[in-house]
């Protein structure tokens, strides 16, 4: 079991910034490939970006590239998601998610064995 409790989130004007973290405990978090969600009402819960577990070979939704980074540093068993240029269409609560390493990141949700509670970004135009 890894347990994953995300922050960072809040209230920002589009074009701003957040980052958004993610600390895990319990097993080794440098094991686990990791990936971000998010959810707006009423809406499935999408990907919006992953990492394997050494940290290579990032995938973004193309909504989300050339805003959004992921990184991690497993020696403080943290990921991160700096979001940048930020738009109203990004407001959703953003989740952490991790799984088994495999041989690439998946971005369906149901593959992802491990997730935290989530934590509200909303952007105001």
């Known amino acids: 079991q890894v347990q994953l409790v995300e922050s960072g989130g809040g209230l920002v004007q589009a074009g701003g910034s957040l980052r958004l973290s993610c600390a895990a405990s319990?097993?080794?978090?440098?094991?686990?490939?990791m990936g971000w969600f998010r959810q707006a009402p009423g809406k499935e819960r999408e990907f919006v970006a992953g990492l394997t577990k050494s940290g290579s070979f990032p995938k973004y939704a193309d909504s989300v590239k050339g805003r959004f980074t992921i990184s991690r540093d497993n020696a403080n068993n943290t990921l991160y998601l700096q979001m940048n240029n930020l738009k109203p269409e990004d407001t959703a609560n953003y989740y952490c998610?991790?799984?088994?390493?495999?041989?690439?990141?998946?971005?369906?949700?149901?593959?992802?064995?491990?997730w935290g509670q989530g934590t509200q970004v909303t952007v105001s135009s």
């Open positions: 319990g097993r080794t978090f440098s094991l686990y490939d």
């Open positions: 998610a991790g799984r088994g390493s495999a041989s690439a990141v998946p971005t369906t949700a149901s593959r992802y064995s491990y």
